[in-house]
C-alpha cells in the first residue's frame, strides 16, 4: 500500500514532494523518499497517484 | 566619431569604492549631448524607465548590464519536446541546463556575492530549471529574501504561462515588472506536435486537450499581466517544420494582447541531449533561416534579437556567463551586501550612455545620408559598452548588425568557439567560425593575427582592426560610407 521513488532515475525536481496529498515524501539525505507508512497511493484523493502523475521520469514512481 | 570618456573595462576590474568613482569622475562629460538618455523616440518614458537597465527587454541596455539566473524552480508542470529532464552539464548553455540547484537561502547569499563583485548587475531572474510559477513556493520565497537585502534589483520571472494566472496578483504585489511566457502555438493542433503532457489541478492531460488548456492559460495570463502593467516577453521556440510559419500567428495573438516584447529563438537539438527532437533528428534552423523569420515578423510585436538562450543558472552580461565563478561552494561564511561597486557603476554608465546615444544618432545619420538602397552586415568583437574591444581570437560570439538605408539594426549574435587559446589558433575551430559567420560582409575586432584574417578574406569575409574601441555604430558607419562611394558625412573626432 505505499509508493516508492526509483533514486537512479529521479532528477530531484521535488514536485512530488508538493503534490503529495499526504506529506509523505520528504527529500532525506541526497534522494526523495517517501515514507511507506504515511503513503496512501493517493486512495480517495485521486484515481492516479500525484507523485507518479507529475513525475517527469516514466517508472521513476512506482509500487513498492 | 567619439571619444572613449573612460573604460568600463577598467570599471569591472576596480575593486575599492573610491578608485571606481575617481574613474567614474575622471570622464566628466565630454559629451555635447547631455540630456539625452538611451530612449527610443517612439517610447513612453514610463517604459522606459522599466526598461533601461534590463539587459533583456533592451538591447540597448544589454551591452551594460547584467543578470543572474539562480535555479531555484526545478520541478515543471509540462512537458516540451525540446527538454530532456535528466540532461546536467557545466559545459552547455542553453535553457533549462543547470550545474546545481539552490534553496531559496543558497540564492540569496549567492546573489549577494554576485552583486558585490559584478557592478554590471542589475536584474534576478528565476527561470527554472523547471517553471518558476509551478515552483511557486521557491520563486517566491526567493525574491522575498532577495528584494529586503538589496531593494533596486530587478525581479524578473520566465514561465510556460499554465501556472502563471494563479500567481499574477503575487507577481504585481512583489514589484515583480517583468515576465517571460514562453509560447511556442496559438494553434493547439501544433502544440499536440510540441507537448505530450501536461499536468494541471492534480491531473495529467495529453494530446489537443493538453495543447489546449495550455494556450487558454497562456493567453489568459498574458492578460493579466497586461492588465495589470507588468511588462511581457514571449519567447518562441522557432521549430523548422512544426511552427515555423505559425509564429507569424503567435505574433498576431501576443501582440493584440499586450505582449512588449517576442523573442524568437532557434530550436536547440541534438541527439546527445537525449530530447525526443534531438532524438528522432528534428533540426534547429540556422542563423540566417531565423533572421529570414524575424525579418518577416518585423512591423508586428517588437522583436528581441539578442537573446543568448542562457542558462538557468547564467551569471553576467549576456554574451558571457560567469556562474562557474560564483557556484556555492565558493561563497564561505557570512555575506554582506555592499551596495557601492553597483552604484558607482550606474553613474558612469549614465555618461557613457549619452555619449554612446550621441555617436549612434550621428551613425545612424550618416548611414541613411548615403541612400545606397544596399544593406551591410557586420559582425562586431565586443567584451561590453557597445564597442569594438574584443579581439578576434578571444571572443566567443560576434555580434551583428546590419546597415541599410533604414538606418542601423542590431541583427543577432553568432556564438563561436575562442579561436585563441593560450597564443595558439586551431585551424578546426578557424573553420568552425567561418561557418558561423556565414553571410557577414565585414568583421570587426580590436585585433586580429595575419593567418585568420588572410582565412577569413579567402572565405569572403573582410576584416578590420581600423576601429578598436570605437563604438560599433560609429565603426559601421564609416564602413558603410566608404564601401558605397560617399565620404563619411562629419566626422567628430
Known sequence: ?64 | MSVPMISLESLTSTTSFDELLATAKSGGCASSSCGLSGKPNDMDPAIWEKIKDHPCFSEEAHHYFARMHVAVAPACNIQCNYCNRKYDCANESRPGVVSEKLTPDQALRKVIAVANEVPQLSVLGIAGPGDACYDWKKTKATFERVAREIPDIKLCISTNGLALPDHVAELADMNVDHVTITINMVDPEIGVRIYPWIFYDHRRYGGIEAARILHERQMLGLEMLTARGILTKINSVMIPGVNDEHLIDVNKWVKERGAFLHNVMPLISDPAHGTLYGLTGRRGPNAMELKALQDRLEGGAKLMRHCRQCRADAVGLLGEDRGQEFTIDQIFGEVTYDASKREAYREVVAHERRDHVAARSEAVGTVKAVSSGKSLLVAAATKGGGRVNEHFGHAKEFQVYEASPRGISFVGHRKVEQYCLGGWGENTTLEGIIAALEGIDIVLCAKIGNCPKDRLAEAGIRVTEAYGHDYIETAISALYAAEFGVQPLAATA
Open chain 1, 1 to 64: 500500500m505505499a509508493f516508492k521513488i526509483i533514486a537512479s532515475q529521479c532528477t530531484q525536481c521535488g514536485a512530488c514532494e508538493f503534490e503529495c496529498p499526504s506529506g509523505a515524501i520528504k527529500f532525506k539525505g541526497e534522494n526523495y523518499v517517501i515514507d511507506p507508512d504515511k503513503c496512501t497511493e493517493c486512495k480517495g484523493v485521486s484515481d492516479t497517484q500525484q507523485c507518479a502523475t507529475v513525475c517527469p521520469v516514466p517508472k521513476t514512481c512506482i509500487p513498492a
